[in-house]
């Protein structure tokens, strides 16, 4: 009787937590958790998408370093999540748009982001990814983490990804958004959300 009651409870949590399929085009998230321990949780009303892997640690303390040095020069941010598979891993590209003129003759960025750095239209384009998954399940943060501001990202499949080095030239397809999200991220991480 015991195994019966521990198969049903193993069944129902795996409910609780099934992972999604197939995600919606774009997606609005509503609630942001940044911690330097734990990752970044952030949720939309249907979805939860969690970048906790100690990888995704790494990169968020890499995209913190970044926004202390260059938040006052980044002009707007573009996000947007990768479904990987239909397992529910996805993948979350921030890129920051730093204006070409405000940088002519700093080479530091360029050195130190070489790997990050596209030149194009006019602009810096320092491109950050990291891994995550994403579950279909809603209110699993408090409200003190609602968003003073709803984020929409757009959602896309993962072998698009090539095809978006063009940002600027596909304005239509991103939602690009003013950079107080990024620093909300660094003041969770400095202090209290």
Known sequence: ?????????????????????????????????????TGIIAESEQYSYQFTHPDALKKLKNYRDFLAE?????????????????????????????????????????????????????????????QGNVYKQANTLSDQYLLPKSITVLVRANHEIDSDLDIKGDVAGLIIFPIFVPLIMVGCLIGRC
């Open 1 to 37: 009787m015991k195994g019966f009651i521990f198969i049903l409870i193993f069944c129902l949590c795996g409910c609780a937590h099934k992972q999604v399929k197939i995600l919606p085009t774009n997606d609005t998230i509503i609630k942001l958790k940044v911690d330097e321990n």
């Open 70 to 130: 260059y938040k006052n020069d980044v002009e707007s941010v573009s996000i947007i999540f990768y479904q990987d598979n239909l397992d529910g891993e996805i993948t979350a590209q921030y890129i920051n748009f730093i204006p070409e003129n405000k940088r002519l003759s700093d080479k530091k960025l360029l050195e130190k982001y070489k790997s990050n750095v596209i030149l194009k239209n006019g602009y810096y384009q320092v491109l950050f990814t990291t």
